[in-house]
C-alpha cells in the first residue's frame, strides 16, 4: 500500500463503508458503500466532511502535518452531532496503515498522547505570544512618514435648540448590603489569564475524549470479532458429527456387504 493511500472501511447496519484518501495536501475522497460509489471530493481541510442524503456523513481528520487520524461515519439523523463532530461510529483503518499505527499509539500510551496533546495547546499558546511580541519590536523599529493630507473646509453647522426634557422622579430603591466576598487569589489569576489558559484546558479534554473514542472503537471491533469465532466453531463442530457418523455406518455397511458374499 502506497503511503500517500489510507483506506478505512466497517460495516454498519448492513452497509459496508469504504473510504479511500489519496495526495497529502490536496487530497481526494472516495467514498463507497456496498460497493457502489457514493461520492468523490477533492480538498485540502483537515476536516472534511463529506455528506450524502441518503447515506449520512462521513467526517475525516488530519493532523496539522497531513497525518491521517481517523474517519467517522454519521446517521442522516445524527446531523447535528456531524456538524459538531461528536458520536458517530469510527471506521476501521487498513493494517499497517498510518492511521492504524496512530490508533494504536493512543490505545497503548494513552498518558503520553495526553501530555502531547496537552503540550501542544502550551506551544500555541506561547506561540502566539512570541509572535504578538516579535510583531511589537517590529512596528516600533518602523519610522512611518508624516504625510500631510488636504482635507476640505467644512461649513460651521448651526446649533440646534433641544427641548428641555422633564425630569422623571425615579423610585429609590433599598439595595441590601452585600457581604464583601473576597475572591481567592488563584481564582484571578486564572480570570486574568484566561484568554492563555481555556487552550490548554481544552486541548487536555479533547485528548481525553479522543482517547475514549478510541477505546470504544476498539472494544468494539474486539467485540464483533468475539461474535464470528463462536460462529465459526459452532459451523465446525455441526459439520464434524457428520462425518463421524458417516464413517461408522460405512464400516458397518461394508462389514454386512462382505459377510453377504462370503468374504
Do not use: C
Amino acid at each position: 500500500m502506497s503511503k500517500k493511500a489510507q483506506i478505512w472501511s466497517r460495516t454498519i447496519a448492513g452497509n459496508t463503508h469504504h473510504l479511500e484518501v489519496t495526495g497529502e495536501i490536496v487530497r481526494t475522497f472516495v467514498w463507497a458503500v456496498d460497493g457502489e460509489e457514493v461520492l468523490t471530493r477533492k480538498t485540502a481541510d483537515d476536516r472534511a466532511r463529506l455528506e450524502s442524503k441518503d447515506h449520512g456523513s462521513l467526517l475525516v481528520i488530519h493532523s496539522g502535518l497531513g497525518t491521517p487520524r481517523r474517519a467517522t461515519y454519521f446517521t442522516p439523523e445524527e446531523g447535528l452531532a456531524g456538524l459538531t463532530g461528536v458520536g458517530g461510529v469510527d471506521l476501521t483503518p487498513e493494517p499497517g496503515s498510518r492511521a492504524a499505527a496512530y490508533e494504536r499509539r493512543v490505545i497503548e500510551h494513552p498518558r503520553r498522547y495526553a501530555l502531547i496533546e496537552t503540550l501542544g495547546g502550551v506551544g500555541g499558546v506561547l506561540a502566539g505570544i512570541v509572535g504578538a511580541i516579535v510583531v511589537a519590536w517590529i512596528v516600533a523599529r518602523i519610522s512611518l512618514p508624516d504625510i500631510d493630507l488636504p482635507l476640505p473646509n467644512l461649513p460651521d453647522l448651526p446649533d440646534l435648540p433641544l427641548p428641555d426634557l422633564p425630569s422623571i422622579p425615579w423610585p429609590a430603591i433599598p439595595w441590601p448590603d452585600l457581604p464583601n466576598v473576597q475572591v481567592p487569589e488563584w481564582v484571578k489569576w486564572v480570570a486574568n489569564h484566561l484568554k492563555y489558559v481555556w487552550p490548554v484546558v481544552l486541548a487536555f479534554f479533547l485528548a481525553q475524549a479522543e482517547i475514549k473514542r478510541r477505546r470504544k472503537h476498539a472494544e468494539a471491533s474486539g467485540t464483533s470479532a468475539e461474535k464470528s469465532l463462536p460462529q465459526a466453531e459452532k459451523a465446525a463442530d455441526d459439520a464434524s458429527p457428520d462425518a463421524s457418523d458417516a464413517s461408522p455406518d460405512g464400516g458397518d455397511a461394508s462389514a454386512d456387504e462382505g459377510q453377504r458374499r462370503g468374504l
